[in-house]
């Protein structure tokens, strides 16, 4: 099994930045692939940015790039994202996700990944 527990959530206004962070603690041969995905208010689970845990290889949504970046620390099996330039429209629910890479999914796909956390909450004001 794998457990994953976010952290770094918060209140912030437009324009400002925030860093999530992920802790994963199991089998590690279940976390190859680690990602970020929100759901916003009314809103489906949509993929915010993945990262390939062997060589940091990384995909971003279309969203935040250029925003957003996404590293880990593998010595801490900890995965972080960095969010600045922060949008209304980043606010969301924020969860990590993990998984072997098995499933043949696209990377944003959350249907590629089987161990989820419970989320941090991001809500940006205007």
Known sequence: QVQLVESGGGSVQAGGSLRLSCAASGYKGRTNYMGWFRQGPGKEREGVATIYTKTGSTVY????????TISQDSAKNTVYLQMNSLKPEDTAMY?????????????????GYRYWGQGTQVTVSS
Request: hydrophobic share 35%; with cysteine; glycine share 12%.
């Open 61 to 68: 949504a279309d969203s935040v790039k250029g925003r957003f």
């Open 95 to 111: 969860f990590c996700a993990a998984d072997d890479g098995s499933r043949f999914y696209p990377p944003l796909n959350a249907g």
